[in-house]
């Protein structure tokens, strides 16, 4: 109110001082009403606002951005020009994982707004959607289950939940769905099942439960592991049952044998069962409240009673007889990893920005013991001032990795672990990724790291070693050396064994820099085979289940490569039957 009043003795002594230099005095305005176009570099591609406006408003933004990934970028394009005409002034918040898009969104409408003759500042200090003006409703729902988190393990769970009929409500903080889960390139690891049979592979529950073990340094709960290779080729054909086959088996660090499981196309497996899972979703007519984030649990007679959540409009108490945590973990909540990992204090994060351990608090408050909480993943190739991960497949295709020097340090293709320890022991800790055309042009994933400016880039090694700072000889004979061990199929350096199938002699030559990054929390709450909640006196809490990041205790101190989307797919699932069964009791 205080404001409109202001906007208006704004407007009135611009009226008067026309007035009083004798002119007619003109109609207040803000726009010259119209439509006005500009455009933006976005993460893919130019991002295209069309703004218009009536003399005092913004009436509608359009924008267009075909070129944005899907999942983050595409949802910035899709809201943020609701937000814009909510807010009236182009400055609102941007898309949290998509902030490059949003910038683009921004700068354009802003551009746009001031060729309608718009003065920024004035719009921002008017601005309509601010806290004061936003009043939330106090809202109360009632329902059988309620689902924390639309990630992998979420949304597998409701779709059992609503093939088994029960109410629920599915909530996600986020604009999006997907979490992490986006994130998981490789595939899912399982045995025994019918895709390795009819491809001829020999493979165990016995033998993928201990090679889980193995990986995790023995530190994981080995009634957990045994249920998760158990359960996991039932997962596998159930994801068939829904449209999500993953046909295509290989091989992937830490297995005895072909295990992981990916779509037939070998492209990302979490974005492919993200879409699958939603588009499942969709067609048993489930809506996700999105933008909508629990706040807390709520525990009457011993037993989960409800859940609080929070949305821009509302105050929610939902009442429910169970909850299923699935908000998956802490790695983008960097005070939360330093206070378990002190020395992890200023690593980055590949995570996606809703992985803040909400429900590790959350169960914590209502008593539930955690496990491994200081088991912390580290991906050791991570570019650093934008925080992409340079996937595996690169070191996988053939690349090298090489110290300021110039030297080779380590078999590249150690566990994520021990080659993120290795490069930690360099000088300033980080090290250079160096490929060749040959690899850019059989590797998809390249293009992105080319078009982003993260690749430096060479007609010859020297040229590249001279724009890295590195003494070109030296880079250059670790070259020759790599290709003579390619060749002679034996690297008497450092034993590498996979990754060997093809020589960096094709210009232009690359190199990306990079270092570890947070990449995976394998601790969390603990949970039972049946995905229950267990407290921290040892008993299950009623009504409380979890699946996925949140919980700890499937991967140990190591999570091997395939294991995560195995994880949320099985435990979801379990955490669904469960979840179901408690509330028919
Ligand atoms: P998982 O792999 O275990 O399924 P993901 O990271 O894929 O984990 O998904 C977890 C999801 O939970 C993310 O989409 C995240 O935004 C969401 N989430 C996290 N905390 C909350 C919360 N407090 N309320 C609602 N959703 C949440």
């Given at each position: 109110m205080k404001k409109l009043f202001s906007l208006l003795l704004v407007l009135a002594v611009a009226l008067s001082s026309a007035g009083a230099m004798g002119?007619?005095?003109?109609?207040?305005?803000?726009?010259?009403?119209?439509?006005?176009?500009?455009?933006?570099?976005?993460?893919?591609?130019?991002?295209?606002v069309s703004v218009t406006v009536a003399e005092n408003e913004i009436t509608d933004v359009a924008i267009k951005g075909d070129l944005e990934t899907p999942a983050l970028g595409g949802v910035a394009v899709e809201t943020m020009g609701e937000a814009i005409v909510k807010a009236q002034t182009p400055n609102v918040d941007g898309v949290s994982g998509a902030t490059v898009t949003s910038s683009a969104i921004i700068a354009a409408a802003t551009q746009a707004l001031e060729a309608a003759g718009a003065d920024i500042a004035v719009l921002d200090e008017f601005r309509r959607d601010t806290e004061?003006?936003?009043?939330?409703?106090?809202?109360?729902?009632?329902?059988?289950?309620?689902i924390i988190g639309a990630g992998g393990a979420g949304m597998a769970a409701a779709i059992m939940v609503q093939q088994a009929g029960k109410d629920f409500v599915l909530l996600e903080k986020m604009p999006y769905v997907g979490g992490n889960t986006t994130k998981a390139t490789g595939g899912m690891n399982a045995a025994e099942t019918h895709y390795q049979k009819?491809?001829?592979?020999?493979?165990?529950?016995?033998?993928?439960?201990?090679?889980?073990?193995?990986?995790?340094h023995d530190l994981n709960d080995p009634a957990l592991v045994q249920t998760l290779a158990e359960q996991s080729a039932g997962a596998i054909e159930w994801l068939d049952s829904i449209g999500a086959d993953l046909p295509k088996i290989s091989f992937s660090g830490g297995a005895s044998t072909n295990r992981i499981h990916a779509p037939a196309d070998g492209s990302a497996v979490g974005n492919y069962l993200v879409d699958k899972f939603s588009a499942k979703l969709k067609e048993l007519g489930v809506e996700i409240m999105l933008n909508t984030k629990a706040t807390e649990l709520i525990m009457e007679d011993g037993k989960i009673a409800?859940?609080?959540?929070?949305?821009?409009?509302?105050?929610?108490?939902?009442?429910?007889k169970a909850v299923i945590l699935a908000t998956g973990g802490f790695g983008a909540n960097l005070d939360m990893i330093a206070s378990y990992r002190p020395d992890l204090q200023g690593t980055v994060t590949t995570n996606a920005p809703g992985a803040t351990g909400d429900g590790i608090v959350m169960a914590q408050a209502v008593g539930a013991a955690l496990v491994d909480i200081e088991q912390i993943q580290l991906h050791p190739t991570v570019e650093q001032t934008t925080s992409m991960?340079?996937?595996?497949?690169?070191?996988?295709d053939g690349a090298i990795l090489v110290n300021q020097k110039g030297e080779r340090f380590t078999n590249e293709l150690l566990t994520r672990d021990a080659v993120s320890a290795a490069e930690l022991a360099q000088?300033?800790?980080?090290?250079?990724?160096?490929?060749?055309?040959?690899?850019?042009?059989?590797?998809?994933?390249?293009e992105k790291y080319v078009t982003n400016g993260l690749t430096v880039q060479g007609d010859t090694i020297e040229e590249l070693a001279g724009k890295l700072n590195i003494e070109p000889e030296v880079l250059a004979k670790t070259l020759a050396d790599w290709n003579e061990a390619v060749a002679q199929q034996n690297d008497a350096q450092f034993g590498r064994t996979t990754g060997m199938n093809a020589n960096l002699t094709m210009a232009p030559f690359y190199a990306i820099q990079i270092a570890?990054?947070?990449?995976?929390?394998m601790g969390g709450v603990k949970i039972d085979t049946s995905a229950e909640v267990i407290s921290t006196e040892g008993n299950v809490i009623p009504g409380l289940f979890a699946a996925g990041e949140v919980t700890g205790g499937v991967h140990g101190g190591n999570r091997l490569?395939?294991?995560?989307?195995?994880?949320?797919?099985?435990?979801?699932?379990?955490?669904?039957d469960s979840a179901v069964a408690y509330c028919g009791k």
């Open positions: 002119e007619a005095l003109p109609a207040p305005t803000l726009f010259t009403p119209g439509t006005y176009e500009a455009e933006a570099q976005g993460f893919g591609g130019m991002v295209q004061e003006n936003t009043v939330r409703e106090d809202k109360t729902l009632d329902t059988d289950i309620v009819e491809q001829g592979i020999e493979d165990s529950v016995e033998l993928f439960a201990a090679d889980t073990m193995k990986g995790g409800g859940v609080k959540a929070e949305s821009q409009e509302a105050n929610y108490t939902i009442r429910c991960l340079i996937t595996e497949s690169v070191r996988g000088e300033g800790q980080y090290a250079y990724i160096i490929f060749d055309q040959n690899l850019r042009n059989n590797l998809k994933a390249v570890p990054g947070i990449h995976h929390t490569g395939g294991n995560a989307v195995a994880d949320i797919v099985i435990f979801g699932r379990i955490a669904a």
